[in-house]
């Protein structure tokens, strides 16, 4: 009878861990472009070379921002940069180039980018930074251990993304900075929200966000102009 009921009880704890939901949701974009939408139209086509870096750090962990590889990128990100680059009305042909910490022992592929960046009218180098707490964490997992996800805990992200564009002569003619927060909840009822709120759509449309922002200034001050 006891083996029963202790059966009972790791069912039904099972059963709770198993209906354990989630839900995301995401801040406005901060340092979001104020100007209005004017397009470039007229200008002469250019050519620009991006270079994009992904990096993460835990907050109280990690010592230094480390470099994501090529399958730690976001998914999708190819097609949001597509998406994106409507934006830019004047741009014609274009090349791009994601740093890993593997150049470092790789000098052909830094040799390659240097080279690129001489070929084309302009650089953009653009800088993905995702940061989260190893505290909080740390104490939050416990928290949702313990209370077999009862109490609703939140697991936050912090993202940056910083731009400089460069002319031809690599003189630095402009800088740019977003900052967004993506709060995760983890509580058992949160299931039935959790369709509408998962956390991969919150964080690519952080990235849309930050992508087309970034852009819409860029063709709004006609940085991109010969």
Same mark, same amino acid.
């Given at each position: 009878?006891?083996?029963?009921?202790?059966?009972?009880?790791?069912?039904?704890?099972?059963? *709770?861990?198993?209906?354990?939901?989630?839900?995301?949701?995401?801040? %406005?974009?901060?340092?979001?472009?104020?100007?209005?939408?004017?397009?470039?139209? %007229?200008?002469?086509?250019?050519?620009?070379?991006?270079?994009?870096?992904?990096?993460?750090?835990?907050?109280?962990?990690?010592?230094?921002?480390?470099?994501?590889? $090529?399958?730690?990128?976001?998914?999708?990100?190819?097609?949001?940069?597509?998406?994106?680059?409507?934006?830019?009305?004047?741009?014609?042909?274009?090349?791009?180039?994601?740093?890993?910490?593997?150049?470092?022992?790789?000098?052909?592929?830094?040799?390659?980018?240097?080279?690129?960046?001489?070929? #084309?009218?302009?650089?953009?180098?653009?800088?993905? $930074?995702?940061?989260?707490?190893?505290?909080?964490?740390?104490? %939050?997992?416990?928290?949702?251990?313990?209370?077999?996800?009862?109490?609703? *805990?939140? #697991?936050?992200?912090?993202?940056?993304?910083?731009?400089?564009?460069?002319?031809?002569?690599?003189?630095?003619?402009?800088?740019? $900075?977003?900052?967004?927060?993506?709060? $995760?909840?983890?509580?058992?009822?949160?299931?039935?929200? #959790?369709?509408?709120?998962?956390?991969?759509?919150?964080?690519?449309?952080? #990235?849309? %966000?930050?992508?087309?922002?970034?852009?819409?200034?860029?063709?709004?001050?006609?940085?991109?102009?010969?």
């Amino acid at each position: 009878m006891k083996r029963l009921l202790r059966l009972g009880h790791l069912c039904v704890i099972v059963s *709770v861990l198993f209906l354990t939901g989630c839900a995301s949701f995401r801040s %406005g974009i901060e340092g979001a472009y104020q100007g209005g939408g004017q397009k470039n139209f %007229g200008a002469a086509p250019v050519s620009v070379f991006f270079i994009f870096s992904h990096v993460r750090q835990i907050k109280g962990y990690d010592a230094v921002p480390k470099l994501n590889n $090529k399958y730690q990128i976001l998914s999708g990100f190819d097609d949001i940069f597509i998406d994106s680059i409507t934006e830019l009305s004047n741009l014609g042909g274009y090349a791009t180039y994601t740093e890993f910490a593997s150049d470092v022992s790789a000098p052909e592929r830094r040799a390659k980018r240097d080279s690129m960046m001489a070929l #084309y009218d302009y650089t953009i180098k653009i800088r993905f $930074k995702t940061e989260t707490s190893f505290s909080r964490y740390f104490l %939050g997992t416990l928290a949702s251990t313990f209370s077999a996800t009862v109490l609703p *805990v939140r #697991y936050s992200q912090h993202y940056t993304m910083e731009a400089q564009v460069y002319d031809s002569d690599q003189r630095l003619i402009a800088t740019y $900075k977003r900052q967004a927060r993506l709060g $995760k909840w983890v509580e058992t009822l949160l299931i039935f929200v #959790y369709p509408f709120h998962p956390e991969a759509r919150k964080r690519e449309e952080i #990235y849309v %966000g930050f992508m087309h922002d970034l852009f819409r200034q860029i063709e709004s001050e006609q940085v991109l102009r010969i």
